[in-house]
């Protein structure tokens, strides 16, 4: 029962992340990418060979109301990180959800050998789930890296913001309560966060949600459990 009432609300996070990641800003400051290169140098940070050794860290939270009474309105929070090494992948996460007057927490852990995913969630044991992914929308590196970055390869969408130290997409505002951005940062010609903001109101609705991706390059290391056998 927790784990469905969880999922209601964790639909919505999940279609925010699956495009950007949110927060105002965000801590990193970005630089910008050389003009005369720019297309090249954009396709360049999303090449896949540099996320062969990564940590992925993902923080985000997201305030809803639905029909309009206070018994409907809630709060979420979602951290996890994922590392990537050796083509290896361990991930720990963990939601925590307000909703009528009930707070709910899940945590996850997973690991992926290049074959399966050895996955745990709250005191269950461990399991082989092949279709595996973090409960509340949050993706194991796989899933994230063909999933969430299909929104924000294209260069042309973006301009880049000095203010916000990155290159900013309106995908879809319409006013102040209906409205996607995200933000894209580089350092050294690589992605070093990706930063979505949203809201959304309506007659029945309304919901705010902020998220954001850090990529950490390089130094990960990543052992599987003696139980787990490696990849053939």
């Known amino acids: 029962m927790k784990k469905r009432l969880l999922a209601v609300v964790a639909l919505a996070m999940a279609a925010s992340l699956a495009f950007g990641l949110t927060a105002c800003g965000g801590s990193i400051k970005g630089e910008e990418l050389p003009s005369?290169?720019?297309e090249e140098a954009w396709a360049a940070a999303f090449d896949e060979a540099n996320f062969e050794?990564?940590?992925l860290t993902c923080k985000g939270t997201a305030k809803f109301?639905?029909?309009g009474t206070p018994q409907?309105?809630?709060?979420?929070?979602?951290?996890?990180?994922?590392?990537?090494?050796?083509?290896l992948e361990h991930g720990t996460a963990r939601m925590r959800q307000t909703v009528m007057g009930q707070t709910y927490t899940i945590?996850?852990?997973y690991y992926y050998n290049g074959e399966k995913y050895y996955v745990k969630e709250d005191n269950e044991d461990w399991h082989i789930d092949e279709d595996?992914?973090?409960?509340?929308?949050?993706?194991?590196?796989e899933q994230f890296f063909g999933m969430d970055f299909q929104g924000c390869r294209e260069s042309d969408k973006f301009v880049y913001d000095a203010k916000e130290s990155g290159y900013v997409w309106?995908?879809?505002?319409?006013?102040?309560?209906?409205?996607?951005?995200?933000?894209?940062?580089?350092k050294t010609g690589k992605i070093a966060a990706i930063i979505q903001k949203s809201a959304a109101s309506g007659q029945e609705s309304d919901s705010e949600m902020k998220t954001e991706y850090t990529i950490t390059y390089g130094g990960q290391s990543v052992t599987l459990p003696e139980a787990f056998p490696a990849a053939e």
């Open 36 to 38: 005369e290169n720019f």
């Open 65 to 67: 109301s639905m029909g």
């Open 170 to 186: 309106l995908s879809g505002k319409q006013d102040e309560q209906n409205f996607e951005e995200i933000i894209i940062k580089f």
């Open 72 to 87: 409907c309105n809630g709060t979420m929070s979602l951290t996890f990180t994922s590392v990537r090494a050796n083509g």
């Open 107 to 109: 945590t996850s852990e």
């Open 53 to 55: 050794n990564i940590k």
């Open 132 to 141: 595996y992914s973090f409960v509340g929308g949050g993706f194991p590196l």
